[in-house]
C-alpha cells in the first residue's frame, strides 16, 4: 500500500513479546520484491476510502495470496486463504494485479551506515526519485520548535540539496512521535520545490509524502551518530546500496563523541522513568525489554501452530 512504516515498529515489538525472531532485513528483503499495487495516496492517486469501496483489505490480500502463506490465520480465526477466497476486487485501477504496479521499484527500503549503525527505514514510494541517491550538506534541528522557529529563516542557507536533520526525537528523546515529516522552507516550496531528503528519529505517519529516512537507530539521545551531526557536514544516501553515510573524518567523530554529554533526564521517578530506562531502541521495536522473549506456554493456544521456521 505504500502506507505507514510504524507497521514495522509495532511488528518487531509483537515479534520480540512472542519469541519470534524477526528483524528489520526481513522487511527490507520484502520490500524489494512486493510491488506496490494500492493506488491510493501518498504514492498513488485516490483517497483510502477508494480503497475500501475496491474490497478492501480483504480483496488487496486476494492479489497478493502468490505471496502469502494462505494457512496462516487471521485475527478472526479463519484462515487468511478463507479471508481471500470470499474476498472481490471491485475496482482493477485501485487494486492493481501484481504484473501491472502502480509504480516500479521498491515500496519500502531499510538503510544502514555510520549515521545509522542499527538501521533506518525509508517508504521509498513516496519519495521523488532524484532523492534516492543523493549527497548534501546537513541542515541539523534539535527539537521539532527549533524547526517551527527556524527553518524560514535565510541565514541557515538552505536549498533543494540540503539534508534536513531532526534529532532527539526517538524513543527516549522525545517517545518517538511522527514528527519525521520536516517541513520545507518557503522560499523553497515558492521555487517549486517539494521534495528534499530528511532523516530523523522519529516516525511519520502513513500519510505523509516525501523522501524521509526514519527512525534512526540509534537515535540521537541515547548517544547515536546523529547525535555528532553538525551543520555543513555532508551527508550521501544511496538507495540502491542501502547505505547512509556521514562524510566525516572517524577522527573527527572520535572528538566530537569525546565531547558529547548525554541529556539530562527529565523524570527520576514514575513511569516516564521507567519508561526512559527500559524502553528499546526503534531497530527492536521501541517495547519494554522486560517484556521480550515470552515463553510458548504464556501465549494464547495454538498461537505457534503452523509456524515453520519463523517469520
Known sequence: MGGSTNAIIHLLALAGRAGVDLSLERFDEIGRRVPLIANVQPAGEHLTERLMAAGGVPALLKRLAPLLHLDARSVSGQTIGDVVSAAEILDEDVIRPLDKPVRIGETLAVVRGNLAPDGAVMKVCAAEA???????????FED??????????????????????????????????????????????????????????????????GAAILHVSPEAAVGGPLALVRDGDMIEFNLAERRLDLLVDSDELERRRAQWQAPQPRHNRGYRSLYSRHIEQAHRGCDFDFLRGAEKDSLPDGLFDGWVGGW
Open 130 to 140: 532524484r532523492l534516492l541517491n543523493h549527497r548534501g550538506r546537513a541542515v541539523v
Open 144 to 209: 521539532v520548535q527549533t524547526i517551527a522557529d527556524r527553518i524560514d529563516d535565510p541565514a541557515l542557507g538552505i536549498d533543494e540539496n540540503s539534508i534536513l536533520i531532526l534529532r532527539n526525537a526517538g524513543p527516549v528523546g522525545a517517545a518517538m512521535p511522527e514528527w519525521g515529516m520536516l517541513p520545507l522552507p518557503r522560499h523553497l516550496l515558492a521555487q517549486g520545490v517539494r521534495d528534499m531528503l530528511r532523516i530523523s528519529d522519529a516516525r511519520m505517519s502513513g500519510t505523509a509524502y
